[in-house]
């Protein structure tokens, strides 16, 4: 029995186990859906093998790099996406491979993988071919379209899928010409990372479904509707009718700013403010020193400061760049603003809030070395998190180790 | 072969969030099964009531009116959380515990309970009464700073940071209800919206560390592969997206837009050097899509196999076919007496039923199951309650 009171207010007197302790995963993923569905998985405790061609995941060779040095234990993405998992390298197209895979699958819980459309089920290691020697498994497919749709042979990428799903239009705000300024997709992997979020909710759902069963089953997961799912709110607006934000900024009711709210410039970046209430703006102009605009008709209401949005974010404008962000950021939470600064990258790596919160990870890897890594948005009051358990594994690292166990 | 019930049948949620991340997670549990009661006062009601999308925040849930500011209501809170196996709620850090609903008290009324809260920057540290929107989270965190352009304002960012979340927080109650199937413990979640956005961002939080330098957002543009960019076609505001990942795929980019002769061409050899070329490539693809439909450039591209797909807005998204061919979207008959088609999730449990996809309720029309079928009340304790304001 474990009591510790001091790491976390809320632990009773339980034995504190990791969330997912006892549950093997393997991670048959390339690029990002899928290893990070099986990272969050590891996150949580659960034993998670990481199978690889033999020439490595192609997300080794993605970035971002240090600077001139492209080597494949050094990818950050890689990196990230794969600590806390061991790794294994098999050719799934070779009767070796393809034995020393089943034996792993048969001591599997789950199987997740995002391989073009059908491609395991041609190898013969398909859902169907798992279940006749492990029938409990969860077998989770990640494919573009899914298995039921008729485009369930086309590709998709982070891009293709971020634009097809509607999420790209309102990115950006409107714009001045939406026919010369295209509609962007967000940095990163977001549309991917959406997918591997998604598989892992229903993974864990078809677990929860297992403990009653006893039955394995296949996720066929669509990334194409998962990103649609981002989108709910807009397929809402649609079916009663109510018309989304135009791009074309000319027919839209306000560019970055609203009423609402938007962003100001200051002497070091931007801040993000919202005093969208009438309360909120009353205080807000305590903070900016112009109390007297409360009785200024052009000002006093939601709708009066919507009509003359251009000259009020002009004069608030001339305001905020005589200040730093984070200043005023402080000065409109104190009064209970909605007002966040907008952290660049470095700010973020400094913030004292998550540095309190403990929010990063550090972990040192032989040949990447020591980097600080994102953790995960959740604390469990009843159960650890083994986020630094170990780096991201080097290409074919325990192969002696698991396939030795295996064969 | 049985029919299979779905996978949260038997497990009872009590939804005390509002807006949209809380409701949108309790959603998707309504629709795998999962006995979802939302509890609300017209005092104080979901923000979102009213709007089209109350109606996707809060499809496949029962909804009870209750006044949880005085101590009765408080006490068939409790009475409710006794028979649930799982709370959410995503108030401003601090207030749930003021409405004398903390997870202690909740403990005592039921010692297994998973309580989940959320909230714009979690419930430790400096900053976590920050007044927090979810449009402003994606400043914050760093979302925004890393897509766009560079020298340009921030992007606006769209409604991102809480579909994310309620996707996220529905993922955390099955890890919490897997581990009590398990342990037989609950759990107490502590979320934070602000640090659900800055996981999603490694690459740029890594490029810093390796190169000392912040990276430049790059539109549509790619780090590793090329092409990759939206193309303008034919119709108004009409683009395709195209990215390259392979080789071969460039092989079949060429000879899609009649460009063979660079297949062999050593200038474009690799994704690095294509990169190093990308005006010319690009104005060569433009000119081959501006003959052409957004899905008809897509259509061909995906034929020959190169990852392809038109930007689309809401309006066209809601019109795609190929959602309801698959069953994604279907049709439901809403609280106004309509029949709309309404989206579902976005998986397949292989045959078994997709899900339950039934309208949002309004406000009380769940009042009887509640109290007199779940709680066992009487009818005249129901209308005493009535009358002391406690149920409406």
């Known amino acids: 029995m474990d009591c510790d009171q001091s790491a976390n207010r809320y632990v009773r007197c339980v034995v504190v186990v990791e969330l997912m302790s006892g549950v093997k995963v393997l991670d048959v993923g390339q690029r990002i859906s899928a290893p990070y569905c099986a990272k969050t998985l590891a996150n949580m405790g659960a034993e998670v093998i990481k199978v690889e061609p033999l020439e490595g995941d192609e997300a080794r060779r993605m970035g971002p790099f240090p600077p001139g040095d492209r080597h494949p234990e050094k990818s950050g993405i890689f990196l990230a996406l794969n600590a806390n998992k061991l790794g294994v390298t098999l050719d799934l197209t070779s009767n070796v491979g393809k034995d020393a895979f089943c034996k792993l699958a048969q001591k599997a819980d789950v199987i997740v993988e995002n391989l073009p459309f059908r491609h395991m089920e041609n190898l013969g290691l398909g859902f169907a071919d798992i279940k006749a020697i492990n029938p409990g498994i969860i077998f989770t497919s990640i494919t573009p379209f899914g298995d039921r749709s008729a485009n369930k042979d086309w590709k998709?990428?982070?891009?293709?899928?971020?634009?097809?799903?509607?999420?790209?239009?309102?990115?950006?705000?409107?714009?001045?010409?939406?026919?010369?300024?295209?509609?962007?997709?967000?940095?990163?992997?977001?549309?991917?990372?959406?997918?591997?979020?998604?598989?892992?909710?229903?993974?864990?759902?078809?677990?929860?479904?297992?403990?009653?069963?006893?039955n394995g089953v296949h996720v066929d997961l669509s990334s194409y509707e998962a990103l649609v799912t981002q989108g709910i709110a807009g397929l809402a607006s649609e079916t009663y009718g109510v018309p989304r934000q135009a791009r074309d900024l000319s027919k839209s009711t306000g560019g970055s700013v609203t009423a609402v709210g938007g962003i100001l410039p200051c002497n070091d970046g931007y801040v993000a403010i919202s005093p969208r209430e009438d309360a909120q703006w009353e205080r807000w102009l305590e903070v900016i020193g112009r109390p007297d605009w409360s009785t200024d008709e052009k000002f006093a209401t939601r709708s009066s400061r919507q009509s003359n949005l251009v000259e009020l974010w002009r004069l608030l404008g001339k305001w905020s760049c005589q200040h730093s962000k984070h200043d005023i950021a402080r000065w409109g939470q104190t009064q209970r603003i909605p007002c966040f600064a907008v952290n660049t990258i470095s700010d973020l790596l400094q913030n004292e809030h998550l540095i309190a919160r403990e929010f990063f990870v550090e972990i040192d890897h032989p040949i990447a070395g020591n980097l600080r890594y994102p953790g995960v948005p959740y604390r469990f009051s009843n159960a650890t998190l083994p986020l630094s358990k170990f780096p991201a594994p080097m290409l074919g690292e325990h192969n002696a180790q698991i396939l030795g166990k295996a064969q | 072969?049985?029919?299979?019930?779905?996978?949260?049948?038997?497990?009872?949620?009590?939804?005390?969030s509002w807006i949209i991340a809380g409701p949108t997670a309790a959603r998707h549990l309504a629709m795998m099964g999962a006995d979802v009661i939302k509890l609300g006062s017209n005092r104080r009601p979901d923000p979102s009531t009213g709007s089209p999308s109350f109606q996707v925040y809060n499809q496949s849930k029962s909804y009870a009116a209750l006044n949880l500011s005085l101590p009765r209501g408080l006490e068939l809170a409790k009475s409710i959380i006794a028979v649930s196996d799982v709370v959410v709620e995503n108030f401003a850090a601090g207030v749930i515990e003021r409405l004398g609903l903390s997870y202690e008290s909740m403990c005592k009324a039921n010692p297994s309970i998973i309580m989940v809260s959320s909230s714009g920057t979690g419930h430790t540290g400096p900053d976590k009464d920050y007044v927090a929107y979810g449009s402003l989270l994606q400043h914050y965190t760093g979302w925004n700073a890393v897509s766009g352009y560079p020298e340009r304002e921030p992007i606006r960012g769209g409604l991102w940071a809480d579909p994310w979340v309620?996707?996220?927080?529905?993922?955390?109650?099955?890890?919490?209800?897997?581990?009590?199937?398990?342990?037989?413990?609950?759990?107490?979640?502590?979320?934070?919206?602000?640090?659900?956005?800055?996981?999603?961002?490694?690459?740029?939080?890594?490029?810093?560390?390796?190169?000392?330098?912040?990276?430049?957002?790059?539109?549509?543009?790619?780090?590793w592969d090329s092409p990759h960019d939206v193309y303008r076609c034919k119709g108004s505001d009409q683009w395709v997206a195209i990215a390259v990942t392979s080789n071969e795929e460039w092989e079949s980019l060429c000879r899609a837009i009649g460009k063979e002769d660079w297949i062999s061409d050593a200038r474009f050899a690799i994704a690095e050097t294509r990169q190093a070329h990308a005006t010319e490539i690009n104005s060569a693809i433009t000119r081959w899509t501006l003959q052409l439909g957004d899905y008809e450039a897509t259509r061909i591209l995906q034929s020959a196999g190169i990852p392809a797909g038109p930007s689309l807005n809401y309006a066209r998204v809601f019109q795609d076919t190929e959602l309801r061919n698959t069953g994604y979207i279907s049709k439901v008959r809403t609280s106004d007496g309509e029949t709309r088609a309404l989206p579902g999730l976005p998986w397949r449990f292989g045959s078994q039923p997709a899900e339950k996809n039934e309208p949002a309720p309004v406000l009380g029309q769940h009042n009887d199951r509640i109290y007199l079928e779940i709680l066992g009340l009487t009818r005249r304790e129901v209308s005493q309650l009535i009358d002391a304001r406690i149920i409406f």
């Open chain 2, 166 to 223: 309620g996707m996220e927080l529905c993922m955390v109650i099955l890890a919490a209800l897997n581990h009590r199937a398990t342990t037989g413990y609950g759990n107490y979640v502590d979320f934070s919206m602000a640090e659900a956005l800055s996981a999603t961002i490694p690459e740029a939080l890594i490029h810093y560390q390796m190169n000392e330098v912040i990276k430049e957002p790059m539109g549509n543009k790619d780090d």
């Open chain 2, 1 to 16: 072969m049985n029919t299979l019930p779905l996978p949260l049948e038997g497990v009872r949620v009590l939804d005390l």
């Open chain 1, 156 to 214: 998709a990428t982070d891009l293709t899928l971020f634009h097809m799903s509607g999420n790209a239009h309102e990115l950006l705000g409107p714009v001045a010409d939406p026919d010369t300024e295209p509609p962007i997709r967000a940095g990163g992997h977001q549309a991917e990372f959406v997918v591997g979020l998604t598989a892992v909710t229903a993974t864990l759902a078809a677990l929860f479904q297992r403990r009653m069963t006893g």
